[in-house]
């Protein structure tokens, strides 16, 4: 979410992004009248936090949450997501209507699909490189018991 608003601020000078830019920052992070985070979360961040951590809704950690078990359902073997699909997906799932009360009223149908799409795919694209950094780590996990050590213990006889 941190690089969708980072993005709609250099892009100040479209209303589009000016509007998507409110929207984030008045509908998705906590302010100090929201009654600060669930417990879950916060024991969560509070190991993570490093000074500008931003705490999201508990509307928007359950979207996203959500938006997580469609991309584990739309997973390829070979560990691709295609966009699609996700798409597709979300518009059979009640996910849409998380997303409808996180947005409100305060974009126009347009802007929501646009932000939506924007969010959406920022997320699946990190998503699919945790994806493959476990695969590259399975792999060479399991490659790791194939490589002989007595090579390695002993020296060698010429």
Do not use: Y
Not at 112 to 119: A, G, M, V
Not at 121 to 128: L, V
């Amino acid at each position: 979410m941190h690089a969708v608003l980072k993005r709609g601020k250099k892009a100040s000078k479209s209303p589009q992004w000016t509007n998507v830019v409110t929207c984030i920052e008045t509908n998705f992070f906590q302010t100090s009248d929201d009654g600060g985070p669930s417990t879950f979360i916060s024991m969560w961040s509070d190991l993570q936090k490093r000074g500008a951590l931003k705490f999201v809704k508990n509307a928007v950690f359950v979207f996203f949450m959500a938006l997580t078990m469609i991309l584990k359902q739309i997973e390829e073997p070979d560990g691709s997501i295609p966009h699609e699909k996700i798409f597709a997906a979300m518009e059979n799932d009640p996910i849409v209507i998380l997303w409808d009360e996180i947005v409100g009223n305060t974009l126009s149908h347009e802007d929501s699909s646009f932000l939506r799409k924007e969010l959406v795919t920022s997320f699946a694209n990190t998503w699919g490189v945790g994806i493959a950094l476990r695969r590259n780590n399975e792999l060479k996990d399991k490659n790791r018991d194939k490589i002989p050590f007595r090579g390695t213990l002993l020296p060698r006889k010429n």
